[in-house]
T-cell receptor, first 114, second 113 residues
């Protein structure tokens, strides 16, 4: 069964450093998403991406965040200058359409900023 | 703004039924979703219900929707130890694209043998 994959599973970085989180969505899906979950809190939407551009972003997704689909398979989230409060689990998801909007999630990348 | 609320914990004995409840705020949501998260894994889409339905059954899972009270529930029949996980209720965000999901905090289901 096709699945969304994410790498790395755990990333430790120092405050102020740049990180890139990588995702490979399901191959025939057209819509891509990033969510994050700070420990003990809700899963929060960050950004959605369709047709090579951002279709929607939340207030969390400020100028330090960017997304890219550099080739036909990868979808990346870059955090330019990490802060302690960026420590969270980051989930990538993809869906075929926005009708029934069945979003399939990857296993997540745990980001720890020290 | 929109909000999705769930109780945080539920403990049942193996073989019993589990009922996980959720309340949501956006009455215009067209679909409502249940996700399951096992330890160390991502969110797995379990099932969803279209808003013009009151009930949807899928093997051991039954979803009930009360639109008037904005209440969604997930019933798991004959609960097994493998059902132990965190269950999330989700709805699309008001005013956003259908893609932007709002999640509850998740209900941790513990199944005792």
């Amino acid at each position: 069964e096709p699945e969304v994959t994410q790498t790395p599973s755990h990333q430790v970085t120092q405050m102020g450093q740049e990180v890139i989180l990588r995702c490979v969505p399901i191959s025939n899906h057209l819509y891509f998403y990033w969510y994050r979950q700070i420990l003990g809190q809700k899963v929060e939407f960050l950004v959605s991406f369709y047709n090579n551009e951002i279709s929607e972003k939340s207030e969390i997704f400020d100028d330090q965040f960017s997304v890219e689909r550099p080739d036909g398979s990868n979808f990346t989230l870059k955090i330019r200058s990490t802060k302690l409060e960026d420590s969270a689990m980051y989930f990538c998801a993809s869906s075929l359409d926005t009708g029934r909007n069945e979003q399939y999630f990857g296993p997540g990348t745990r980001l720890t900023v020290t | 703004g929109e909000d999705v609320e769930q109780s945080l914990f539920l403990s049942v004995r193996e073989g019993d039924s589990s009922v996980i409840n959720c309340t949501y705020t956006d009455s215009s949501s067209t679909y409502l979703y249940w996700y399951k998260q096992e330890p160390g894994a991502g969110l797995q889409l379990l099932t969803y219900i279209f808003s013009n339905m009151d009930m949807k059954q899928d093997q051991r899972l039954t979803v009930l929707l009360n639109k008037k009270d904005k209440h969604l529930s997930l019933r798991i029949a004959d609960t097994q130890t493998g059902d132990s996980a965190i269950y999330f209720c989700a709805e699309p965000a008001l005013g956003g694209s259908q893609g932007n999901l709002i999640f509850g905090k998740g209900t941790k289901l513990s199944v005792k043998p």
